[in-house]
């Protein structure tokens, strides 16, 4: 199961870096694509702005099948107070944007699974693949508005895989 | 609405008595769990695959102190920690960094007494327009783990 998560986690990141090179963030001292895994991270009080968080929550297992294939719940939430060039007023906007941007990382919905915990990472066997990303109605919290998108993460547990 | 255009005359002895009374009132250091300069860059690194090799920088003199006596279930309790903004000031341009707030925004957790926190937010006490202490607001951190201690 780690590996279809980091295959995600991955897969998107490369995706935003070419939808939105702009959108980076500095984190532990490295600049890269603004989104992370919360569980690989430092806990934080509030999550940062302008970048998409992963979480990921529901586990489901379906063993009567040859290989057994998972369903994790993954997700993705977001917010943004705006730009300081226009003092906020546009959240609005900058919101529809990430929601854009995402609907971009999430198209198409698979990829080749990959093995992360090896360096190099290596190739599997099998694809991951995901559902349609259900967008929560967007929530304002003072100056921040933001969403959480919810997607199901499929992928066939190889042999050997833990 | 008008400038404030009175003559002031600001001198570090708010600094220097923040100093003293954090001293005098507990005077303990902490360590901010900070990550290295050169960061992991990896993808192992941002898969929770390698370790952070977070680094320890001592503050001192602090004050740390439970903020709330009663607690709720489930609730973790909070603290706060008072630190002399001499303390923050060396560490900010020992790691040349812009700001305190850079500092504090690039801390995964604050080490007091072996135990880690999570800091909440931050406020400063200021006199005559420059801070002289530093207030953070800690959360405890739910991990059990014993931290390296800071050595008097």
Excluded at chain 1, 22 to 44: C, D, H, W
Excluded at chain 1, 144 to 160: I, P
Excluded at chain 2, 57 to 73: G, Q
Aim: aromatic letters at 6%; one cysteine or more.
């Amino acid at each position: 199961m780690e590996n279809a998560k980091d295959t995600f986690y991955i897969t998107l990141r490369n995706r935003l870096s070419t939808v939105n090179p702009n959108r980076t963030m500095i984190l532990r001292a490295v600049t890269r694509p603004g989104i992370l895994v919360e569980e690989a991270e430092a806990p934080v009080a509030e999550l940062p702005l302008d970048v998409f968080v992963l979480r990921w929550t529901k586990l489901d297992a379906d063993t009567q099948l040859p290989s057994t294939l998972t369903q994790m719940t993954c997700e993705i939430q977001y917010a943004t107070a705006g730009t300081q060039n226009n003092a906020g007023l546009d959240r609005g906007r900058a919101l529809e944007a990430m929601d854009d941007e995402l609907l971009r990382l999430l198209c198409p919905s698979s990829a080749q699974k990959m093995n992360y915990a090896q360096t190099p990472a290596s190739q599997m066997g099998t694809l991951i693949f995901w559902s349609q990303a259900v967008f929560e109605p967007a929530t304002t919290v003072r100056e921040r508005m933001g969403r959480v998108v919810t997607v199901s993460v499929f992928a066939f547990q190889e042999q050997g895989e833990r | 609405m008008s400038w404030d255009l009175s003559t002031q005359n600001p001198n570090d002895h708010a600094l220097r008595l923040a100093n003293a009374l954090l001293r005098a009132n507990g005077g303990t250091t902490a360590l901010l769990q900070m990550s290295p300069a050169t960061g992991d860059a990896t993808d192992a690194g941002q898969l929770g695959l390698n370790t952070p090799n977070f680094q320890s920088l001592p503050l001192s003199p602090a004050v740390f102190r439970r903020i709330r006596a009663t607690m709720k279930e489930g609730q973790p309790v909070k603290y706060e920690l008072l630190v002399s903004a001499v303390a923050v000031q060396t560490a900010v341009s020992e790691l040349q960094l812009s700001s305190a707030d850079a500092l504090f925004s690039t801390t995964a957790s604050v080490v007091v007494g072996g135990k880690s926190f999570l800091i909440e937010s931050v406020s400063v006490s200021e006199s005559m327009g420059s801070v002289y202490m530093y207030r953070l607001l800690l959360r405890e951190s739910a991990s059990e783990w014993q931290m390296q201690q800071a050595s008097q």
